[in-house]
């Protein structure tokens, strides 16, 4: 895939020269370096187009055919489809595409289900729990009660058992499922039963697996969760952006929690770039796609395995892995600083039951480039060469970009 688009014209760097060269900077960082963040992925020059389209200037507060603005015919039929392609693809009764960000999402998710001071049960932080699962840093953690579960410390595994036993125990309003580091697929009918027995609702916060679960590689929520949390920019390889997915019955309280609790104006541009992801996610080659991104995940987890690392759970059913470094005497922090002097771009990430940090890592953009298996070896190799050897970093680096300019974004 070639990512042609406004960089090109010579409209920005007449008017803005020094805009400009930043811009071509970063494609040529992102073109000459690998994009291991698990979260980022590369768009499509479409939906980079709907992006700088002219609905960029649109306002539109409010839903398809009930606006605050005049104006908005064709604002409406976009979102609309937008609506439309998301229900399709995921088989959902309801769709919103305004939350802003994947927080934006969780927030009104709550917003539609709880009350200030309510208990919520969800992954803690240290195990991999997004900021909006109760951080005392995010308005979670300050408005509501949460209940932190955890992994088992063998397996690395949701313990189950604890869930349950915190659910009878704790009794809380809504329960979430769903984490920004964990790398296995979650059991959406055992979170399911547990809400059941509690009368919990039960929130599935699906930033991450969205996109494979629009292609077929991972299994979905929703036929189990209340309400579905998405961004549509990770696997998904939309805009920036969040999502909502819902039964009937809560798409009210759902659109309500959105705007005007919330948010504001819709942000159409946005929108229609979110359609246009849609329906290039489904289409068979996106369900190729997703298949390929596992595939590779999980070759990058065996050739890091073989590299010394210590990869959390022994593998991975997504995109994502986290690993410890320490066997190769550095930890994540320190790992991702010699990592990124390589052209290795990635996180350090908390590491369930270790003092020190891990790495986190993920395949959804190598991907997109068209990387396959015989590339993530060659790609472990170099994390392992740049962890154990300090000094080869320009080295790898150089061996970095010729891998990435033979696939480029
Ligand atoms: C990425 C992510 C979010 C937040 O998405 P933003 O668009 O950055 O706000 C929320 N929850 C989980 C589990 C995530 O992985």
Not at 43 to 68: F, I, M, Q, W
Not at 356 to 381: C, F, H, P, S
Request: glycine content about 10%; overall charge negative; hydrophobic content about 45%.
């Amino acid at each position: 895939m070639t990512v042609t688009h406004a960089l090109e014209g010579d409209v920005l760097r007449r008017q803005d020269p020094e805009l400009a060269d930043l811009l071509l900077g970063e494609r040529e960082r992102q073109a000459s370096t690998l994009q291991l963040i698990a979260a980022e992925n590369f768009t499509s020059p479409a939906v980079l187009a709907a992006l700088g389209s002219p609905l960029a200037n649109k306002y539109a507060e409010g839903y398809p055919g009930a606006r605050h603005h005049g104006g908005c015919e064709i604002a409406d039929v976009a979102e609309r489809l937008a609506v439309e392609r998301a229900k399709a693809l995921f088989g959902a009764e309801h769709a919103n595409v305004q939350a802003h960000s994947g927080s934006s999402a969780v927030l009104a998710a709550y917003a539609a289900l709880l009350r200030p001071g309510d208990t919520v049960l969800a992954l803690g932080l240290p195990y991999g729990g997004h900021l909006t699962h109760g951080s005392p840093a995010n308005f979670s953690g300050r408005w509501f009660d949460f209940v932190g579960y955890g992994v088992d410390a063998e397996s690395g595994l949701i313990d189950h058992d604890q869930v349950r036993t915190l659910a009878r125990t704790r009794r809380p309003k809504a329960i979430v499922c769903g984490s920004i580091a964990y790398p296995r697929h979650i059991d959406y009918a055992f979170f399911r039963e547990v809400a059941d027995e509690v009368g919990a609702y039960l929130i599935a916060d699906a930033a991450h697996p969205i996109g494979l679960v629009a292609g077929g590689a991972a299994p979905s929520p929703v036929p189990y969760a209340d309400v579905v949390c998405a961004t549509t920019h990770k696997v998904l390889r939309g805009p920036r952006g969040g999502m909502i997915l819902c039964g009937a019955e809560l798409a009210e309280r759902v659109d309500r929690a959105v705007f005007p609790f919330t948010q504001g104006g819709a942000q159409m541009h946005t929108i229609a770039a979110k359609a246009v992801a849609f329906g290039e996610a489904a289409t068979e080659a996106f369900a190729v796609y997703t298949h390929q991104v596992v595939a590779n995940a999980r070759a990058l987890a065996a050739a890091l395995a073989a590299e010394g690392l210590v990869v959390t759970t022994g593998g991975t059913d997504t995109h994502l892995i986290t690993a410890d470094p320490a066997p190769l005497g550095v930890d994540g922090r320190t790992a991702r600083g010699r990592l990124a002097a390589a052209g290795l771009v990635m996180d350090c990430c908390a590491l369930p039951h270790a003092d020190l940090r891990g790495l986190r890592l993920g395949t959804a953009a190598v991907t997109t480039q068209g990387m396959r298996e015989a590339e993530m070896i060659r790609i472990a190799a170099f994390i392992g060469q740049a962890l154990r050897d300090e000094a080869s970093a320009p080295r790898v680096r150089e061996q970095v970009r010729d891998l990435a300019g033979a696939f480029p974004p």
